[in-house]
């Protein structure tokens, strides 16, 4: 494997990772009961899609396909796995928009490391316009963690008192 092949495979690789977003999000804001938190899910969905489209294009510039292996990675699967199994283990409402909202950023997280990585192969290998695309989903990655901080603080304080009260 020669560096632009670790570029391409990091890229599809980015790409299953958003398809497979775009696709599980809308299903973890429909089981958040927090209005914020449902239209936040909805909307980063959206841009999620948005962001597929965005590495698509960079791979065909690159001269590539967009599927590679066609595998969402391990890492991906199991950060969908664990949202799915908070968001129906936890019955308290405030809760479960809390265990969402913390699957959500490490789905995040997740993404930023990719972007990161990503934008730094394509800055080193002269693809500016890839690298420009690139940083132009890592910003929307990093607002969409920002977003689910400031929606959770409320949502902290909310669970920590019905806790205060049931006890
Ligand atoms: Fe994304
Ligand atoms: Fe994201």
């Given at each position: 494997m020669n560096y632009r092949q670790l570029m391409i495979e990091e890229l599809q690789d980015l790409y299953q990772a958003e398809t497979e977003q775009a696709s599980q999000l809308p299903q973890l804001a429909a089981q958040a009961n927090d209005e914020a938190l449902r239209t936040a899910l909805q909307e980063h969905a959206s841009e999620t899609e948005a962001q597929a489209l965005r590495i698509r294009q960079i791979l065909e510039m690159a001269g590539a396909?967009?599927?590679?292996?066609g595998e969402v990675t391990p890492g991906v699967k199991g950060l969908v796995a664990e949202a799915h199994m908070k968001g129906e283990q936890v019955r308290d409402p405030f809760l479960k928009d809390l265990a969402l909202i913390a699957a959500a950023q490490k789905m995040e997280h997740y993404e930023l490391a990719c972007y990161g990585t990503a934008r730094a192969t394509a800055r080193t290998a002269g693809m500016d316009e890839a690298a420009r695309l690139l940083q132009v989903s890592l910003d929307e990655e990093e607002a969409a963690d920002k977003r689910l901080t400031d929606i959770a603080l409320p949502i902290h304080k909310q669970a920590a008192q019905s806790m205060a009260s049931m006890a």
């Open positions: 396909a967009p599927g590679g292996a």
